[in-house]
């Protein structure tokens, strides 16, 4: 089955710089990468997704990159507020998007004011 | 509208002793979604319906954990009999559908603690 391995496992940055998180993952058939927010004692919610059919995806300061070839993908935060501060959750799965997510094991991003 | 709908929120049982929780998921929302949610982990799919039939169950302890979906739109996920690793939250999840976009919406969870 799929497997995704996501760092780092936790991200302190200061108010106004980046922040990026890595994932791999392990199936090349996997095809649909979401990433989801997941704020202290709050569901998860998508914050942006990318198919395999486009490398990059941007949406005002965050954008995915996609590296098919190398099996990994990537979160971009630019700008960061206190309020990108969460737990983030990258995920991949194959044939129809959501069909059988699976996710990684999630990066706390602190962003110091 | 309406987001995805559990209860309990808490639940604290003893070992051996069962549980179950419900789901209702948004409305028009063909797929739903079991996930365990180990603290400090991502989520792990447990099982994947499509109206009211099962699309995967392969991670789901059969042994143990059962979960239903009768009438396609409503689901329960029960465990019997529950073990001290099966603490976590229990996060239902819904999409539209396969064909669909793939954002799945959460609902709160439902928090087990098995001592």
């Known amino acids: 089955g799929e497997n995704v391995e996501q760092h780092p496992s936790t991200l302190s940055v200061q108010e106004g710089d980046s922040a990026v998180i890595k994932c791999t993952y392990s199936?090349?058939?996997?095809?649909?990468f979401p990433w989801y927010k997941q704020e202290l004692g709050k569901r998860p919610q998508l914050i942006i997704d990318?198919?395999?059919?486009?490398g990059e995806k941007k949406d005002q300061r965050i954008a995915v990159t996609l590296n098919k070839t190398a099996k990994h993908f990537s979160l971009h935060i630019t700008e960061t507020q206190p309020e990108d501060s969460a737990v983030y959750f990258c995920?991949?799965?194959?044939?129809?998007?959501?069909?059988?997510?699976?996710f990684g094991g999630g990066t706390r991003v602190l962003v110091k004011p | 509208e309406a987001g995805v709908a559990q209860s309990p929120r808490y639940k604290i049982i003893e070992k051996r002793q069962s549980v179950a929780f419900w789901c209702n998921p948004i409305?028009?929302?063909?797929?739903l979604y079991w996930y365990q949610q180990i603290l400090g982990q991502g989520p792990k799919l447990l099982i994947q319906?499509?109206?009211?039939?099962?699309?995967?169950d392969s991670q789901l302890p059969k042994d143990r954990f059962s979960a239903e979906r009768l009438k396609g739109v409503d689901s329960t996920l029960k465990i019997q009999p529950a073990k001290l690793e099966d603490s976590a939250v229990y996060l239902c999840?819904?999409?539209?559908?396969?064909?669909?976009?793939?954002?799945?919406?959460f609902g709160e969870g439902s928090r087990l603690t098995v001592l």
């Open positions: 990318i198919r395999s059919n486009v």
């Open positions: 999840a819904s999409s539209l559908g396969l064909l669909h976009s793939g954002e799945l919406f």
């Open positions: 319906f499509q109206n009211n039939g099962v699309v995967d």
């Open positions: 409305s028009g929302h063909a797929t």
């Open positions: 199936d090349s058939a996997s095809n649909y």
């Open positions: 995920a991949a799965s194959r044939g129809a998007a959501g069909n059988k997510l699976t």
